[in-house]
């Protein structure tokens, strides 16, 4: 059975910072390409963070560049997000994500609020 398990969400002031955490299992982690993406109310999924297999390569969305940092173990199958200098606009609904041409697996989310 597939899981990803995301943890870390919270209330935080602007300025503050995170670091969110996916934990994966039924599936091989390692051979998959690892995403973040998050979901404000009222508004389209918009991808955060994109790391590659080896975690060689890192993509981030415009928005969180020079904000964000995507990584991975692959020993332990995890995937961190961690977001410094956060504002207002950053509180969504976090979701990690696994995709691969054979696979597409989501977790159920981790709330981030940032707010004074």
């Known amino acids: 059975q597939v899981q990803l398990v995301e943890s870390g969400g919270a209330l935080v002031q602007p300025g503050g910072s995170l670091r969110l955490s996916c934990a994966a299992s039924?599936?091989?982690?390692?051979?998959?390409?690892m995403n973040w993406y998050r979901q404000a109310p009222g508004k389209e999924r918009e991808l955060v963070a994109t790391?590659?297999?080896?975690?060689?390569?890192?993509n981030y969305g415009d928005s969180v560049k020079g904000r964000f940092t995507i990584s991975r173990d692959n020993a332990k199958n995890t995937v961190h997000l961690e977001m410094n200098s956060l504002k207002p606009e950053d509180t969504a609904v976090y979701y990690c994500?696994?995709?691969?041409?054979?696979?597409?697996?989501w977790g159920q989310g981790t709330q981030v609020t940032v707010s004074s």
């Open positions: 994500n696994a995709r691969e041409i054979w696979w597409d697996y």
């Open positions: 790391i590659s297999r080896t975690g060689s390569t890192t």
């Open positions: 039924g599936f091989t982690f390692s051979r998959s390409t």
